[in-house]
């Protein structure tokens, strides 16, 4: 069995940078025509200077003959001023802002502690349909990690949307059952990215059998029903919902360690991983919508013209892949099957 889709897009990607962007780039390139960069870098991408070096960077890194068009964010703090959404509006590459609650994933801790210092910024984001992208988990000690979700809506989220009803909002990598009723409730201005694993494995993976690092990601894995409700939110047809990977690359040792960083690299087999979800849902001919069509209208872009080819064939990830700093990589499944293979893709 073979399916065609129009070239996808991925609406959520760290391709971090230096030997790694080398690294992880030409996966990423293989599979999707554009991609919206994560601005997590050290130090983080905050100013549209910054991001404009940084797009060069990854035009530099590009394999000869590739066309991707990275859309970049910046890295939204409490002092990002008016002005600066103005430029950032004006570049035309900058396509969203990012917001990292200070402290709740890999590289936030330049994030925002205050929400209502970012008052100006939100006004002009609001003013010019620019988006603003969450990572919406709350970040006191005292809530319950798998709760972070869920009590960031009910406290800071939904409040946000309640003062700027015209801000466009998308809720990044959502994870639980309460965060995809509310996006299918809400209004026209809030949408929401599902990666691959959250629509494939539940919290069981990070601990079966022992303690599983690659399945260590923010917002982390949650209970089945979420992951159920995740599958329906993605298989529904609401174009709300899209294909953002979250890809997030770490370094074996960083990942295999007392401390493990957060984070799956899925972007080798993305859109296998996605494919093989909507196939167990009996849903596959709800996948081009969510990987092609949702992300790109929701961010008023044109939709790609090229398109790929997925095959139903079994094949085995390899263990591992280079990666800079003298370490590798191991994809998300390493060593293990996937039932889906990207067989060709095409520009026009
Ligand atoms: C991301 C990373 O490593 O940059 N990690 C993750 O677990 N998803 C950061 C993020 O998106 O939260
Ligand atoms: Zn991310």
Redesign the pocket.
């Known amino acids: 069995m073979q399916i065609t889709l129009t070239r996808p897009d991925d609406w ?1 990607l ?1 391709l971090r940078d230096g030997e790694a962007l080398q690294a992880v780039l030409p996966h990423s390139v293989r599979q999707f025509a554009r991609a919206i960069i ?1 601005p997590n870098l050290r130090p983080p991408v905050v100013t549209v200077a910054a991001a404009a070096d940084y797009r060069q960077r990854i035009l530099d890194a590009l394999p000869d003959g590739a066309r991707f068009e990275p859309l970049m964010t910046l890295y939204l703090t409490d002092s990002t001023p008016a002005d600066e959404i103005r430029r950032a509006v004006d570049s035309g590459f900058v396509k969203a802002v990012k917001l990292y609650p200070a402290g709740a ?1 890999t590289h936030s801790d330049a994030g925002v502690s205050d929400l209502s210092q970012c008052d100006p910024a939100l006004a002009e984001m609001e003013r010019a349909g620019m988006p603003l992208l969450v ?1 919406g988990e709350v970040t006191d000690p005292a809530i319950d990690l798998f709760d972070r979700e869920s009590v960031f809506i009910e406290t800071v989220l939904q409040a946000l949307l309640k003062r700027r009803p015209g801000l466009r909002v998308v809720f ?2 959502i994870t639980t059952k309460e965060a995809a009723e509310f996006v299918a409730s809400a209004g026209d201005t809030l949408a929401a990215t599902i990666t691959a694993h959250h629509l494939l494995y539940n919290r069981n993976a990070i601990f079966a059998g022992g303690v599983r690092p690659h399945y260590y990601c923010l917002p982390i894995l949650k209970r089945e029903k979420h992951r159920a409700a995740l599958v329906r939110a993605a298989t529904s047809g609401s174009p709300k919902f899209f294909l953002g990977t ?1 890809s ?1 690359p770490h370094a074996r040792r960083a990942k295999e360690a007392a401390c493990g960083c957060a984070g799956c690299f899925t972007a080798l087999s993305a859109l296998e991983l996605y494919a093989e979800a909507f196939d167990l849902a009996g849903s596959l001919e709800k996948l081009e919508a969510f990987a092609s069509f949702n992300g790109a209208d929701f961010y008023r872009l044109p939709r790609n013209k090229g398109s790929v080819i997925l095959e139903k064939e079994a094949w085995t990830l390899p263990e591992s892949l280079p990666y800079a700093l003298d370490d590798e990589l191991a994809p998300l499944r390493a060593g293990e099957l996937l039932t889906w293979k990207l067989r060709e893709t095409s520009d026009q």
């Open positions: 959520h760290h994560m994933t990572h990044e990598h979250d997030a």
